[in-house]
């Protein structure tokens, strides 16, 4: 019976260090993908800019202010889908964390 709780033992021990190398990877990613939301929002600030800019400056030029628009909502909708997909990678990396102390817990009870 030692023999068997020895091996679950290892066996939770296994999973919990699977669970902190995904937990790590997915902190990489959030922190990925939260610069690249940032980015993404200075550019589109920065294209707004250059928008209002274009329609002070060449009022002759509309399609071009048209343009510059587009892109800015553009880059606004791609910066919305990475907050997005950071809140997912959050939600699941909370999820591992929970299950981690799960895991953590069942294992502090073993040696008990």
Known sequence: QQAAVTGDV?????????????????RKNMASIAEATEELKREARRLQGKKEEADVTMRGSQAEAEALGRRA????????????????????????????????????????
Not at 10 to 26: P, Q, W
């Open 73 to 112: 909502r553009e880059s606004e909708a791609e910066a919305a889908d990475a907050e997005s997909a950071a809140a997912r990678e959050q939600a699941a990396a909370r999820a591992i964390r929970a299950r981690m102390e799960h895991l953590m817990s069942a294992y502090d009870r073993l040696h008990t």
């Open 10 to 26: 290892d066996a939770l021990r296994e999973h919990v260090a699977e669970l902190e190398g995904r937990r790590s990877a997915m």
